[in-house]
């Protein structure tokens, strides 16, 4: 085998516990797992896996990407601003709302970088993309800046 792709994953046959875990589990993923376990906060591995998973969505476009942001639950994204070379995205209602708020942590880099991977495969073009708010930090959403 080769590896999975996107659509392997909509692939579940889970008669009783169906096809959705509780967001705990993917925040103890996430932020402890690999934020508090690996070295710098496992910002490396989260940027490679995040470009991984951006390269392989089913996605052709900005909006289709936005779009499926919403559809896999992981936040309600919208663009802030944009013009030729730069775009903000704020991300509401992200995986990382409600837990304590942590002074100048930011945490959503996984997501940045599911983006980035996507963005720069659809445009055929190096994208990068940062986090530049966090809920985590206090702000009232995530907020991210994508160079094209």
Do not use: H, W
Not at 39 to 62: A, F, Q, Y
Not at 75 to 97: E, H, L, S
């Amino acid at each position: 085998m080769n590896g999975f792709t996107f659509e392997d994953m909509k692939k579940i046959d889970r008669k009783e516990l169906g096809d959705t875990v509780p967001l705990e589990l993917f925040r103890t993923i996430r932020l402890i797992g690999m934020y508090q376990a690996l070295p710098l906060g496992g910002k490396g591995t989260t940027l490679t896996i995040g470009r991984k998973i951006g390269e392989s969505l089913p996605v052709d476009s900005l909006e289709e990407l936005l779009r499926l942001f919403e559809d896999l639950r992981i936040g309600k994204p919208r663009i802030i601003q944009q013009d030729n070379n730069d775009i903000r995205i704020a991300v509401d209602d992200c995986f990382c709302k409600g837990l304590p708020v942590q002074d100048e942590k930011m945490v959503c880099d996984l997501e940045g970088a599911i983006m980035e991977g996507a963005l720069t495969r659809i445009m055929n073009r190096r994208v990068t993309v940062k986090e530049v708010k966090c809920n985590i930090n206090g702000d009232e959403y995530c907020e991210y800046e994508v160079r094209l």
